[in-house]
């Protein structure tokens, strides 16, 4: 008899286990379909908030959503932030489902994972007005010096243009912590470089225009700008 016992003492402690498993295995199923039902109408009323404050013509002018389409995916920069939305409200329930099982190291990762999204989200937005700004600056840019006669004027607003995407690009890759200080020094070395080949080419090949200008503007003493014009 007492062998008998002796054998089932761990089925009985098995069957324990399962008892007291079985009422945290069903919270957390709970917490998962509530968390799931959740994340959708966020998703759904997220997207159809951001759409009607237009966000998605600015994300389309701004060039993010051609770029994502070029990637071969159809959805466009507000369906995006749509899902992160809702994979946050998942995590979420993940979260709170695998700490009521008691396994702290998937929770302890999955709650690193749900921290790095707000940036994809802030990165997102970062890119979006930026790049929104930088095709404005460029087109102000090209309309300006058209206007006023410069020549290459096209080639001087895809240079702004690029110059702040380049800017704004480094700011949402600071949100993200990618690349941190080897990616600004980078972008500072690229930039100075830029700027100084840009001024040896005016220095050297525009130093007589440069001169009929500073002339026009401050002529030299006996000279009238009336002659500085007709020359």
Do not use: C
């Not at 003492?9 to 799931?36: K, S």
């Not at 995590?91 to 940036?119: C, D, H, K, Q």
């Amino acid at each position: 008899m007492e062998s008998i016992e002796v054998l089932l003492d761990p089925a009985r402690a098995f069957l324990y286990q399962i008892a007291a498993f079985l009422p945290r295995l069903a919270l957390a199923a709970v917490v998962l379909l509530v968390g799931y039902l959740l994340a959708r109408a966020l998703r759904f009323g997220l997207v159809k908030g951001l759409r009607a404050v237009n966000l998605h013509i600015v994300t389309q002018r701004s060039g993010m959503d051609g770029f994502l389409q070029r990637g071969g995916t159809s959805s466009d920069t507000v369906d995006l932030l749509g899902r992160l939305a809702y994979w946050v409200v998942i995590l979420a329930a993940l979260i709170v489902a695998f700490n009521s099982l008691g396994a702290a190291y998937v929770t302890e990762l999955l709650g690193r994972v749900m921290l790095f999204v707000p940036r994809v989200v802030v990165g997102l937005l970062i890119l979006a007005f930026g790049m929104y700004f930088a095709r404005f600056v460029g087109t102000s840019v090209t309309a300006y010096t058209r206007s006023i006669g410069i020549r290459d004027a096209d080639s001087l607003g895809r240079l702004a243009r690029y110059a702040i995407t380049a800017f704004v690009v480094i700011i949402a890759l600071d949100q993200l912590d990618i690349g941190g200080v080897i990616v600004r020094h980078a972008f500072l070395i690229l930039l100075g470089g830029i700027v100084l080949a840009f001024a040896l080419a005016f220095g050297l090949g525009g130093k007589d225009w440069a001169a009929a200008r500073l002339e026009q503007w401050w002529p030299t003493p006996g000279r009238s700008r009336h002659d500085i014009d007709d020359s």
